[in-house]
């Protein structure tokens, strides 16, 4: 079992709604990233927090806002969401964002656009 | 920008067959290389990972994976693979100073009983 926590594990949503993934981590990690991994397709970056502040916008859009609260949860809220939108995402930590240690990545919230 | 090329998108085995997937990246700097698996409905694993020193790595569950500087390549293998190893293998490198992953398309392998 995963250490890096995600709820909610499915999401289905109307693309007026919003909504708000979340993800936990107590292994003491400082850095935070989301990953957005579309079907047959390699996990892609979206953003890095590193010490709860926000490091890394692979140029995402605006309807994709991530929070990091404390060093131990990552949000990410959603709102106009578009059906390409529909993809699984994945929270991971790590210790820092500039040593050599790996990502641990949580199960996902697979995200459905209608 | 770096790149990472896995060249086998589908792979299928027989158990006990022997395992090589093919991973190439592009960066002409120090990398950081790595193997990720996902299991059917599971979250990304590390397998093995290489920083530096000895260019053969070997990994959790019989895995290694060989680091040739001069071909830019990092491959994975196993000699023997078991229908338990069925999953989707991602290759990752990472470039420069911060612990940034990017990953290879992957590479689906099917194990036979």
């Known amino acids: 079992d995963t250490e890096v926590t995600q709820t909610p594990k499915h999401l289905v949503r109307g693309m007026t709604n919003k909504k708000s993934l979340k993800c936990e981590q107590h292994?003491?990690?400082?850095?935070m990233y989301w990953y957005k991994q579309k079907a047959k397709k390699p996990p892609e970056l979206m953003f890095v927090?590193?010490?709860?502040?926000?490091?890394i916008n692979e140029s995402v859009p605006s309807r994709f806002s991530p929070e990091c609260p404390n060093s131990s949860l990552l949000n990410l809220h959603l709102h106009a969401l578009q059906p390409e939108d529909s993809a699984l995402y994945l929270c991971?930590?790590?210790?820092?964002?500039?040593?050599?240690?790996?990502?641990?990545f949580g199960n996902g919230t697979r995200l459905t656009v209608t | 920008a770096q790149s990472v090329s896995q060249h086998n998108h589908h792979v299928i085995l027989s158990e006990a067959a022997s395992l090589e997937l093919g991973c190439n990246y592009s960066?002409?700097?120090?990398?950081?290389l790595f193997w990720y698996v996902q299991y059917p409905g599971q979250h990304l694993q590390l397998l093995l990972k290489?920083?530096?020193?000895?260019?053969l790595v070997k990994g959790i569950k019989g895995f290694e994976a060989e680091f040739i500087k001069s071909k830019f390549s990092f491959n994975l293998r196993k000699p023997s693979v078991q229908w338990s190893d069925t999953a989707e293998y991602f290759c990752?490198?990472?470039?420069?100073?911060?612990?940034?992953?990017?990953f290879g398309a992957g590479t689906r392998l099917a194990v036979h009983p």
């Open positions: 991971a930590s790590s210790h820092t964002d500039r040593d050599n240690s790996p990502l641990h």
């Open positions: 292994m003491g990690h400082r850095a």
């Open positions: 927090y590193s010490y709860e502040k926000l490091s």
């Open positions: 960066y002409g700097g120090t990398v950081n």
């Open positions: 290489y920083f530096s020193g000895d260019p």
């Open positions: 990752a490198v990472r470039a420069g100073g911060y612990n940034k992953l990017i």
